[in-house]
């Protein structure tokens, strides 16, 4: 019995090596890849397994693979769990990110805009200095959502909005960027599939310095939950989740790979915020990480999980950020729940270069 564990865990150790390094290889070239990075928590989770499975059998030296394979990993823990000791630095300014869902346009999401009017109530009244939001809606003529209006007024002057696609009634979708901090330059990031997924940046004067934030929305997970949620269904749908978790992973490696190269031709600091629509166990992640620090690992606290929904496990929400900056502190701000997203807000400070 112990000879056949012994094998097992050297199998899983092998596999858990393979999955590793799929992170670092694009699904464009690879789709499996996308897959095969997705088993991490899992495989990481068994390898615990193991090394309890050895010290209860007293055979230590046997749970060495399964320890040597976790520290290995460790920066997989770190994009996983979160534990910060806070900072005594003082915070320069914050900056909100979220998907907004359309403020709830749809009336199978809310009555009587109800909901609508409670998202971009708190949207505008957020105390950040800088504001990115995902799946902005506008419409100038209407009362309600008349959403780039009614955040300039409260503390935000400066906007960028970046339309991709627009409604029978004159409302606009797309990204936008609020920011109390004069706009000198901005542009977009135009994906070779143009949709409603897409990526904007405006440079920033804060005080004598110049800060590049981008307000990024990648390609959809394109998820059915009541399909995962309930095993009947995922039985029947296994082939048709697979089609579509295949083309997302590609899509978003495309993106990401056009995102970064914009990133390794900017001149400031930056500030990344985003809808990666991909899980920390990603090629879209650890494109970004090998140039940016991540805010979550930086200074949260937990997990910190961003989507509200039954996959409610997921952290799909992140900001990264450049050398000559600090996160000193990380809040997912599940008091306003009523997109699919939860509100993430960052606290920065500046680094003199």
Not at 61 to 82: C, D, E, M, Q, R
Not at 191 to 203: G, L, P, Q, R, W
Not at 287 to 295: F, P
Not at 316 to 336: P, R, V
Request: glycine share 4%.
């Amino acid at each position: 019995m112990s000879n056949f564990f012994l094998r097992l865990n050297q199998i899983f150790t092998f596999l858990t090596l393979v999955c590793y390094v799929n992170v670092f290889i694009s699904p464009n070239d690879f789709w499996l890849a996308g897959f095969l990075a997705l088993l991490i928590p899992f495989l990481q989770f068994s390898h615990l397994f193991f090394i309890i499975f050895w010290i209860f059998l007293k055979n230590y030296w046997k749970s060495a693979y399964s320890v040597a394979i976790l520290l290995i990993g460790a920066v997989f823990f770190n994009a996983t769990f979160a534990l910060s000791f806070g900072s005594n630095e003082k915070t320069d300014f914050s900056v909100l990110s979220y998907n907004v869902r359309v403020f709830n346009l749809y009336d199978h999401l809310n009555q009587h805009f109800k909901s609508s009017q409670k998202m971009i109530d708190w949207a505008k009244n957020s105390s950040a200095e800088i504001k990115c939001f995902q799946e902005f809606y506008q419409q100038k003529d209407s009362k309600i959502f008349n959403t780039i209006q009614q955040i300039k007024e409260k503390g935000t002057p400066n906007v960028f909005f970046q339309k991709t696609v627009a409604n029978y009634i004159g409302g606009e979708f797309g990204l936008a960027i609020f920011s109390k901090f004069p706009i000198i330059n901005k542009g977009e990031i135009v994906f070779t599939n143009k949709s409603f997924n897409n990526a904007i940046f405006a440079d920033l004067l804060v005080g004598k310095d110049t800060i590049r934030v981008y307000n990024v929305h990648l390609q959809s997970m394109s998820i059915d939950e009541k399909s995962v949620a309930h095993t009947d269904s995922l039985q029947k749908n296994i082939w048709n989740l697979s089609r579509r978790l295949k083309k997302g992973f590609i899509a978003r490696a495309l993106q990401i790979d056009k995102i970064t190269e914009h990133i390794k031709n900017c001149p400031y600091r930056i500030i990344f915020c985003s809808d990666l629509n991909d899980l920390p166990y990603s090629y879209t992640y650890f494109s970004l990480k090998k140039l940016l620090k991540n805010a979550f690992e930086e200074s949260a606290n937990g997990f910190e999980f961003s989507y509200n929904g039954k996959l409610f496990f997921l952290r799909i929400d992140n900001q990264f950020f450049s050398e000559g900056l600090q996160a000193l502190h990380y809040e997912t701000q599940k008091e306003m729940h009523e997109s699919d997203h939860f509100p993430i807000k960052v606290d920065f400070s500046l680094e003199m270069p």
